[in-house]
């Protein structure tokens, strides 16, 4: 063979050729534009024409050739074939039978080596007639762990969903993953399930935020394109969830609508209306309002119509009078500063503290005495009498008795064992939790008695503070000193890291009552009168003991205890009625 130069205009085509279907306008495409950027990499193979012809008959390049022709080329380059004729029918069949296009791996390989030696995507894209973005595509899939591109280029190839999440991990990532999951000798197959699902990370989506860039900027969200994403679609993504819930729930606070509230989510993510709200499932009416949450599956801003029940009318005291009624209805309530959670953690804490100072701190002789009455008002204590089997009754307390119990079955202790068993008695029985055990508001005065405020750890913690709504956080901060962050998580860790040698104590977790509180506690409990021998009678009873004919069913009085979340209290007044 040898290689000549001439006008492939002057080639004549092989009627023998092994290629009878007419190739498709995209693949012609494709190849004249590829011949426009590079010309002809692969010269066509050409004979002698048969018969002693002039010229040349193509063996091998027509599809070559006839690109080159529609651009325009003068010249091109050929090899000439000077063997039998034969030789030239089983040429153009391996030519197109036997040849195989690159493997998607080496495809990726090919275009690094390009983008290395100066070509640029665009100018690849012309050359191969791809789009630009199918280059980009390629890019992306380059930078595979160079073990996992082994094994594809092996014909182990993974879907595309799986190809797409498993380019999107870093190399230590993907590095980690394939260490696990890389196949095994017995088991050859790779399982790329698995390998995508490890590297699976959680993605919001630009196109679900309502924010702009103003506010993504301020958050730190940095959007990351998916090269997958369909091209009519914003495919950007980001992976720093928080910050784009928290974008989320800024734009939200600032473009609430009219008679709109912004309303939680449950456990399934759906919408917690307000209390005997009904949700509106057609067009809502003028007087509807609307609820705006934001979905934690994918962070977008919804919204859902609800109906508040019909406005109710409350009689004025002493007047049944409708027309002196005064027109309620119940409001969406607005997230208080402490959540329940946080709450339940309050009462823990305010219940070690308690404990600690009443076993630890100095406590007067008469003040301790004080205490015990104090712990047994508490309304989480019950008495089990001796005419009643009451499951209730304080196991705890006959422990501690018999502590001041001698050998010869009577009374007998040292002032410091009396001292002991009545702290002890007080630890078991006072408590501040937000459970059964709670003992109301006796408790806290008790604590406020001794200093049990001192006793309280620093709560400079990210667990507690992630219990802050945003204003009481920000008050909290600038109380403290401490410069209010843009992001609702910096603000945290800025009152961790200031706390961090000291104490923050909340308002809302502080031990100490406040004065008005204790004054109407202590007005509702006083009693009524006295006996000749100085007991108290029951607000329920008069002083010979006698029920009042109103209350002689023990519904009133335990009424008014349940309203009060006293349910134990209003048992016990049952239980005395009957």
């Not at 003028?286 to 919804?302: A, E, F, H």
């Not at 209730?392 to 001292?419: C, M, P, S, V, W």
């Not at 709560?459 to 008050?475: D, K, N, P, V, Y």
Request: hydrophobic share 40%.
């Amino acid at each position: 063979m040898h290689l000549i130069s001439i006008d492939p205009r002057a080639l004549q085509e092989n009627p023998n050729k092994a290629r009878r279907s007419k190739s498709s306008a995209q693949a012609d495409a494709v190849l004249l534009a590829s011949i426009k950027a590079v010309g002809i990499v692969q010269p066509p193979v050409v004979s002698a024409a048969p018969d002693g012809g002039n010229g040349f008959v193509i063996d091998a390049g027509h599809r070559r050739v006839a690109q080159a022709i529609e651009a325009e080329l003068p010249e091109i380059f050929v090899l000439v074939d000077d063997a039998d004729h034969a030789d030239g029918a089983i040429r153009s069949v391996v030519e197109n039978i036997v040849r195989e296009p690159l493997n998607p791996v080496d495809q990726w390989r090919a275009i690094e080596r390009l983008v290395a030696l100066g070509w640029t995507e665009e100018s690849i894209a012309l050359a191969l007639a791809l789009a630009v973005r199918q280059i980009r595509k390629l890019r992306l899939l380059a930078n595979i762990l160079p073990a996992m591109l082994d094994q594809m280029a092996r014909g182990d190839m993974p879907n595309e969903q799986q190809l797409r999440t498993i380019a999107a991990a870093s190399q230590e990532e993907q590095a980690e993953v394939w260490k696990k999951y890389k196949p095994k000798k017995q088991d050859p197959q790779t399982p790329w399930w698995d390998i995508a699902r490890a590297m699976t990370k959680t993605r919001m989506l630009a196109k679900d935020a309502s924010f702009g860039d103003e506010l993504a900027a301020a958050y730190g969200i940095v959007w990351q394109d998916d090269l997958f994403a369909p091209a009519d679609q914003d495919g950007r993504y980001t992976t720093d969830v928080e910050a784009f819930l928290g974008a989320q729930q800024e734009w939200l606070s600032d473009n609430l609508p009219k008679r709109g509230a912004v309303i939680e989510v449950n456990d399934w993510g759906q919408p917690k209306l307000p209390g005997k709200a009904s949700q509106v499932y057609g067009k809502p009416g003028k007087g509807d309002n609307t609820g705006w949450y934001i979905n934690p599956r994918d962070g977008s801003v919804q919204s859902v119509a609800y109906r508040l029940p019909e406005m109710k009318k409350k009689a004025a005291a002493g007047d049944n009078d409708a027309d002196a009624a005064q027109e309620t209805m119940e409001a969406p309530k607005a997230r208080p500063d402490v959540s329940q959670k946080g709450l339940d953690m309050v009462g823990d804490l305010r219940t070690d503290a308690l404990h600690q100072a009443l076993a630890r701190a100095p406590i007067e002789d008469d003040t301790l005495m004080a205490l015990l009455i104090l712990g047994f008002a508490g309304t989480n204590v019950t008495i089990a009498s001796g005419s009643s089997d009451n499951p209730y009754g304080h196991a705890n307390g006959r422990k501690h008795a018999a502590r001041l119990i001698g050998e010869d079955g009577k009374l007998h202790f040292d002032r410091d064992t009396l001292q002991q068993v009545a702290r002890s008695l007080l630890v078991d029985v006072m408590s501040c939790r937000r459970n059964r055990s709670d003992s109301g508001l006796s408790a806290r005065i008790a604590g406020d008695a001794i200093g049990a405020d001192a006793f309280l750890p620093n709560i400079a913690t990210e667990e507690f503070l992630a219990c802050l709504s945003r204003g009481a956080l920000e008050a909290a901060a600038e109380a403290s000193g401490v410069p209010v962050r843009i992001k609702v998580k910096d603000t945290r860790a800025a009152l961790v890291e200031h706390f961090a040698e000291g104490s923050f104590i909340h308002p809302a977790s502080t031990i100490a009552p406040a004065a008005e509180e204790v004054s109407a506690w202590a007005a509702r409990f006083a009693p009524t009168g006295s006996d000749d021998d100085g007991s108290v009678a029951e607000t329920t009873g008069d002083v010979d003991g006698d029920v009042p004919e109103e209350a002689a069913d023990g519904v009133e009085t335990a009424d008014e205890a349940t309203e009060d979340g006293e349910e134990h209290e209003a048992a016990g007044f049952r239980e005395a009625a009957e």
